[in-house]
Protein backbone atom coordinates (compact mmCIF):
# COMPACT_ATOMS: atom_id res chain seq x y z
CA UNK A 1 0.00 0.00 0.00
CA UNK A 2 1.38 3.67 -0.77
CA UNK A 3 1.31 5.50 2.08
CA UNK A 4 -0.19 9.31 1.16
CA UNK A 5 2.61 10.93 3.71
CA UNK A 6 5.63 10.87 1.81
CA UNK A 7 9.33 11.58 2.73
CA UNK A 8 11.39 13.74 0.86
CA UNK A 9 13.10 10.56 -0.93
CA UNK A 10 9.56 9.28 -2.09
CA UNK A 11 8.61 13.04 -3.38
CA UNK A 12 11.70 12.68 -5.75
CA UNK A 13 10.25 9.28 -7.40
CA UNK A 14 6.16 11.14 -7.42
CA UNK A 15 6.45 12.17 -10.80
CA UNK A 16 7.86 8.81 -12.17
CA UNK A 17 5.07 7.25 -10.33
CA UNK A 18 2.61 9.42 -11.57
CA UNK A 19 3.86 9.35 -15.25
CA UNK A 20 1.08 10.45 -18.23
CA UNK A 21 -1.25 11.97 -15.16
CA UNK A 22 -1.57 16.28 -14.59
CA UNK A 23 0.10 16.60 -11.20
CA UNK A 24 -1.24 19.75 -8.70
CA UNK A 25 0.60 21.07 -6.15
CA UNK A 26 0.09 23.48 -3.55
CA UNK A 27 1.91 24.15 -0.04
CA UNK A 28 1.08 25.64 3.49
CA UNK A 29 0.78 25.67 7.03
CA UNK A 30 -2.16 24.52 7.61
CA UNK A 31 -2.48 25.00 11.09
CA UNK A 32 -6.04 24.66 11.74
CA UNK A 33 -7.91 23.10 8.67
CA UNK A 34 -11.08 24.94 8.03
CA UNK A 35 -13.78 25.28 5.22
CA UNK A 36 -11.51 27.81 3.13
CA UNK A 37 -8.87 25.41 2.92
CA UNK A 38 -11.23 22.11 2.57
CA UNK A 39 -13.16 24.16 -0.68
CA UNK A 40 -9.58 24.92 -1.78
CA UNK A 41 -8.36 21.97 -1.97
CA UNK A 42 -11.16 20.54 -3.71
CA UNK A 43 -11.37 23.27 -6.46
CA UNK A 44 -7.40 22.29 -6.81
CA UNK A 45 -7.93 18.81 -6.95
CA UNK A 46 -10.84 19.10 -10.55
CA UNK A 47 -7.30 21.21 -11.82
CA UNK A 48 -5.78 17.46 -12.30
CA UNK A 49 -5.55 14.11 -11.46
CA UNK A 50 -2.74 14.17 -8.70
CA UNK A 51 -3.51 16.70 -5.78
CA UNK A 52 0.28 16.52 -3.72
CA UNK A 53 0.20 18.87 -0.64
CA UNK A 54 3.60 20.26 0.99
CA UNK A 55 3.21 21.33 4.22
CA UNK A 56 5.31 23.36 6.29
CA UNK A 57 7.47 21.91 8.79
CA UNK A 58 6.72 23.28 12.97
CA UNK A 59 9.86 24.92 12.54
CA UNK A 60 9.26 26.64 9.04
CA UNK A 61 5.91 27.67 10.44
CA UNK A 62 7.52 29.12 13.43
CA UNK A 63 9.31 31.59 11.34
CA UNK A 64 6.71 32.48 8.66
CA UNK A 65 4.15 32.98 11.76
CA UNK A 66 6.13 33.64 14.40
CA UNK A 67 5.94 32.56 18.55
CA UNK A 68 3.01 30.19 19.40
CA UNK A 69 2.65 28.43 16.24
CA UNK A 70 2.15 26.14 14.61
CA UNK A 71 -0.54 25.12 17.23
CA UNK A 72 -0.48 21.41 15.66
CA UNK A 73 2.54 19.51 15.30
CA UNK A 74 3.67 18.71 11.83
CA UNK A 75 2.86 15.06 12.39
CA UNK A 76 -0.95 15.69 12.93
CA UNK A 77 -1.47 18.68 10.57
CA UNK A 78 -0.09 15.79 8.09
CA UNK A 79 -1.79 13.22 9.23
CA UNK A 80 -5.67 15.45 8.96
CA UNK A 81 -4.29 16.81 5.86
CA UNK A 82 -3.88 12.89 4.15
CA UNK A 83 -7.12 11.50 5.82
CA UNK A 84 -8.95 14.47 2.89
CA UNK A 85 -10.34 12.54 0.18
CA UNK A 86 -9.41 15.10 -2.47
CA UNK A 87 -5.46 14.98 -1.19
CA UNK A 88 -3.42 12.14 -3.16
CA UNK A 89 0.22 13.06 -0.96
CA UNK A 90 1.66 15.48 1.67
CA UNK A 91 4.85 16.17 1.79
CA UNK A 92 6.54 17.89 4.57
CA UNK A 93 8.98 20.50 4.04
CA UNK A 94 11.92 22.39 6.32
CA UNK A 95 12.63 25.55 4.73
CA UNK A 96 10.54 28.47 4.72
CA UNK A 97 10.15 28.11 0.66
CA UNK A 98 8.96 25.61 -1.56
CA UNK A 99 11.32 26.19 -3.98
CA UNK A 100 13.11 22.84 -3.63
CA UNK A 101 10.59 20.48 -3.20
CA UNK A 102 9.28 22.21 -6.24
CA UNK A 103 12.42 21.35 -8.10
CA UNK A 104 12.21 17.67 -7.21
CA UNK A 105 8.60 17.50 -7.84
CA UNK A 106 8.24 19.51 -11.32
CA UNK A 107 4.40 19.83 -10.69
CA UNK A 108 2.24 20.55 -13.67
CA UNK A 109 0.28 23.38 -11.93
CA UNK A 110 1.04 25.40 -9.06
CA UNK A 111 -2.13 26.46 -7.23
CA UNK A 112 -2.66 29.27 -4.05
CA UNK A 113 -5.02 30.71 -2.51
CA UNK A 114 -6.93 33.99 -3.19
CA UNK A 115 -5.11 35.81 -0.26
CA UNK A 116 -2.14 35.54 -3.05
CA UNK A 117 -1.91 37.05 -6.68
CA UNK A 118 0.94 35.61 -9.15
CA UNK A 119 2.68 38.95 -8.25
CA UNK A 120 2.55 38.51 -4.49
CA UNK A 121 4.12 35.15 -4.90
CA UNK A 122 7.76 34.44 -3.32
CA UNK A 123 9.66 35.59 -6.61
CA UNK A 124 12.62 33.03 -5.78
CA UNK A 125 9.03 30.11 -6.20
CA UNK A 126 7.80 31.61 -9.32
CA UNK A 127 11.55 31.73 -10.90
CA UNK A 128 11.35 28.22 -10.29
CA UNK A 129 8.07 27.64 -11.60
CA UNK A 130 9.11 29.18 -14.77
CA UNK A 131 12.19 26.55 -14.89
CA UNK A 132 10.18 23.92 -14.41
CA UNK A 133 7.21 24.83 -16.88
CA UNK A 134 4.40 24.56 -14.39
CA UNK A 135 1.22 26.86 -15.00
CA UNK A 136 0.34 28.73 -11.64
CA UNK A 137 -3.33 29.23 -10.89
CA UNK A 138 -4.95 31.53 -8.19
CA UNK A 139 -7.82 29.68 -6.43
CA UNK A 140 -11.04 31.73 -5.24
CA UNK A 141 -10.76 33.21 -1.50
CA UNK A 142 -13.49 32.00 0.86
CA UNK A 143 -14.10 35.15 2.33
CA UNK A 144 -13.42 35.30 5.92
CA UNK A 145 -12.00 32.21 6.21
CA UNK A 146 -8.42 31.78 7.44
CA UNK A 147 -6.53 30.69 10.48
CA UNK A 148 -5.76 34.00 11.57
CA UNK A 149 -9.63 34.70 11.63
CA UNK A 150 -10.47 32.07 14.08
CA UNK A 151 -7.57 32.42 16.68
CA UNK A 152 -8.80 35.92 16.44
CA UNK A 153 -12.29 34.88 17.74
CA UNK A 154 -11.06 32.21 19.75
CA UNK A 155 -9.26 34.82 21.72
CA UNK A 156 -12.40 37.15 21.86
CA UNK A 157 -14.28 34.63 23.26
Same mark, same amino acid.
Given at each position: ? +?????????????? $?? *??????????????? /??????? *????????? $???? +?? /???????????????? /?????????????????????????????????????? /??????? *??????????????????????????????????????????
Amino acid at each position: M +VTKILDRAEAIKVR $DR *YAGKTIVFTNGCFDI /LHVGHVR *YLAIAKRLG $DILI +VG /LNSDASVGQLKGPGRP /LNSEGDRAEVMAALEMVDHVIIFGETRVSNLLRELRPH /LYTKGGD *YTVDSLDPEEVAVLKEINARIEIMPLVPGKSTSKLLQTVQQR
